[in-house]
């Protein structure tokens, strides 16, 4: 599930640059896209009979879950689609990936422990890779790139905060209740956010550009992020961010096929060390992921 969730989104950039070429505003299309997720995640809950149980359950769960669709569905998408107006979206694919050794500090933070050797290795490989992914040492590189750099590294500290609420709240509302609250949170957030950003107008748009929205909204958004939730159920956050590995390398080739996008050499090496560095954290791993 969670490969298939990860091969999905990693569809979600390269439809959002064409969305964007064909004239949809950045406000509109996280309104649209929020909105159209709600009554599929509704419509699932129901048919998996979770809404009882969601109803039932108590204020300090549901707190969290919703803090968790705010942080990863609303502040983060925001600045991850904002990121895809300024950069390659095979670039703010590989520096997404990056949330999963901010999982990893965190979960040491936490512990209030040292890291261990692997993944000290770990996350200085993957960051190396962000420094070499992003520019190196050419500085036109960096200009073109930097603010839609930090914005996508914004983006994958929020969403690892999110993976963190969805393993808390799931264990006590079920992986479908948690999204269900998340995705309800975000979407009442983006709605008041395009009321006070944009008019009206924004949302005059061919009925084509409609039904992509739907399709990019289903199957490159809710599809997935049922998948990865309950995948998270089954793994842990930490096993599951490892295993979207394969999420980077997928949006590459869809970038070059369909975008016409291709990163330098030195930007390749930068992605590669960023997936390894991830994969490093696994290597040897014969135990259950930590919870």
């Given amino acids: 599930m969670v490969v298939l969730g990860a091969l999905l ?5 390269v439809v959002a640059k064409l969305l964007y070429g064909a004239g949809v505003q950045l406000e509109a299309l996280l309104l649209l896209r929020a909105l159209m997720s709600l009554p599929l995640i509704w419509g699932w809950a129901w048919w998996r009979g979770e809404l009882g149980r969601l109803t039932a359950a108590p204020r300090a769960v549901l707190w969290p879950a919703a803090l968790g669709g705010l942080s990863g569905y609303y502040v983060g998408t925001w600045c991850d689609f904002r990121a895809l107006e300024l950069i390659d979206a095979s670039l703010e694919r590989v520096l997404l990936f990056t949330y999963p050794a901010m999982v990893v500090l965190a979960r040491a933070l936490m512990a209030r422990r040292a890291p261990q050797w692997r993944e000290v290795v770990a996350v200085s490989v993957t960051y190396l890779g962000v420094v070499l992914a992003v520019g190196g040492l050419d500085p036109g590189l960096w200009r073109a790139n930097g603010t839609g750099a930090l914005l996508v590294l914004i983006s994958a500290a929020l969403f690892a905060g999110y993976l963190f609420a969805n393993e808390y709240a799931a264990s006590r509302i ?5 999204l269900v609250v998340a995705a309800t949170s975000a979407a ?4 008041g956010h395009f009321l006070l950003t944009s008019t009206g107008s924004a949302l005059a748009l061919p009925l084509s550009v409609w039904w992509s929205i739907l399709l990019m909204t289903a199957f490159t958004n809710v599809l997935p992020l ?3 939730s309950a995948g998270i159920g089954r793994l842990g956050a930490a096993r599951a961010a490892v295993i979207t590995s394969v999420g980077p390398p997928a949006t590459l080739l869809l970038a070059w096929w369909l975008l016409g996008e291709s ?3 030195l930007q390749l090496t930068g992605g590669l060390l960023c997936v390894s560095g991830v994969l490093i954290l696994e290597v040897g791993r014969t135990g259950p992921a930590p919870r």
């Fill in 174 to 178: 079920g992986s479908v209740g948690f």
């Fill in 188 to 191: 009442v957030a983006l709605t």
């Fill in 263 to 265: 990163l330098r050499a």
């Fill in 226 to 228: 049922l998948m990865l």
């Fill in 9 to 13: 989104m990693a569809a979600k950039g």
